[in-house]
């Protein structure tokens, strides 16, 4: 998907988003300020950044405001997704999204996943898109093959030429689904939330000195467990992780010594 561009992050804006970013800054932040709608409202404030910038914020678990009131220190995030959709770019500003998916997410994120779960399980699972003929292919197409610009953007252009005749229609027409886990449901019904606090009212370990604990306590204290939104419950999962991590792989604690309940 991520080299054929079947993801929203992927299309970067529906024809009356260029035309917002084709206003002068004056008028651009006289709009956000006067629309009412608050989903308006931040796709507009989403299009006054740059390419990456739009990106980086469609993907990341935590906003950038969110990251400074937790983290010491700067992110270096922006400069980094930059950099390689620079270099990309001549590819087509859609295909070089795509390729910061294949540099990033994809190494960092779900296909290190996908393997870990697998041989957990005595499993090798094999991508049959990520066979190197395809990926080739995928990355030597342009823009047009690949996404249309009509006024709902749609991707994977080519895929679905070569394959609505042979799959069952069903097949064919259904929604992308994904296979996240219930993290909300953890929080809700299995007292996550309370677990990482707990864990970082504790905690001595080096997490400290990447995020304030304090603001990580208020941050977990001011979440509505009612109303807990997806986007919630990952960022707890996160911080979660991100306390094991550092214990396994800066303090070189042993994983099987590592109390998950204290």
Known sequence: DEIFLGYGRHHDGLWFDHLFMCLPSILKKLLISIVPIKILKNRLKLNSLSVPERFIE?????????????CYGESSVVAKFSAIYSEHESR????????????????????????????????????????????EYGLFLKDGAKIKNHFRRRGKIILRSIFHKILPQDVFRAKKMGFAGPVGSWCKENGLVSLVAERFRQSSTSASEILDSTAVLDFLEHINLDSISNREANQV????????????????????KIELIK
């Open 58 to 70: 469609r993907v990341r678990i935590f906003s950038a405001i969110d990251i400074k009131k937790l």
């Open 92 to 135: 087509g500003k859609h295909s070089a999204l795509g390729v910061l998916d294949l540099l990033t997410y994809l190494p960092d994120n779900i296909l290190a996943l996908t393997d870990k779960v697998g041989m957990a399980a005595s499993i090798e699972i094999r991508e049959p898109f990520l066979d190197h003929r395809v990926l």
């Open 237 to 256: 999962w996160t911080l979660l992780c991100l306390e094991i991590w550092v214990q396994i792989f800066i303090e070189n604690i042993d994983p099987e």
